[in-house]
């Protein structure tokens, strides 16, 4: 991990994609989840699947989420530059500012490019530490591990928030709005089915969250 970022652009920006956790266990669950969304049942694709560990079920997700979220990210790089967004905005209200709470405990502001790289790096720790997310099936997680999905979920919706607010634009030229709608709500859906993220964070994409969840 670089926290001052140099010389590692390639690097974020191609981050390869995370393997599910838990082996075949995890690869098994992932395929639920792509053969669920295929047919377009959100509902049903957000849903712990009968007799599936809880917990095993949020780390699957988790890691495809991030994914997700990287590759949206990824095709906006040369667009969401530190001269274009200067700051980590949603909107003309909402700014967010970084902190990690261990190597960054007071906030600071930085740009948004930044401020995603951080972010992202920050969650490919918590991803890559096995006492956190155990990639042997079986392995026990920490007693607290719904704290670490819930931060990680609220952190990847400030991406979204920060794509809607600044980049939809560019997303309708590349003709990826589609895939941005789809992956949010399944976020959007997934986020309320297991409380993950508090309402008020939600707020910078109020309306498109309620639209969602009222299908
Ligand atoms: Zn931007």
Redesign the pocket.
């Known amino acids: 991990m670089s926290l001052f970022g140099l010389g590692s652009r390639n690097q974020r920006t191609f981050r390869p994609k995370k393997n599910a956790p838990s082996g075949s266990k995890g690869a098994q669950l992932q395929k639920h989840i792509d053969v669920t969304l295929g047919s377009g049942n959100f509902r049903e694709a957000v849903r712990l699947p009968p007799g599936e560990d809880i917990n095993e079920w949020l780390a699957v997700n988790t890691v495809d989420f991030f994914n997700q979220v990287n590759i949206l990210y990824g095709t ?1 790089t040369e ?3 530190p001269s ?2 200067p700051s ?2 949603a909107g003309p209200t909402y700014k967010y500012r970084w902190a990690d709470g261990v190597t960054i405990k007071n906030p600071i502001e930085v ?3 930044k401020y ?1 790289e951080y972010l992202m790096d920050w969650i490919e720790v918590q991803l890559d530490d096995e006492s956190i997310f155990p990639q042997k099936l079986g392995a026990p997680f920490p007693p607290n591990f719904r704290d670490f999905v819930k931060t990680i979920f609220k952190r990847l919706f400030r991406v979204y928030a ?2 809607y607010h ?2 939809f634009q560019k997303i309708v030229s590349l003709k990826e709005e589609a895939h941005l709608n789809t992956c949010f709500k399944h976020f959007v859906l997934f986020t309320w089915e297991f409380r993950l993220v508090e309402i008020a964070q939600l707020a910078p994409l109020h309306d498109l969250v309620e639209s969602i969840l009222q299908f």
């Open positions: 906006l667009f969401c530059t274009d967004c980590m905005t740009s948004a490019p995603v920060h794509i600044s980049h």
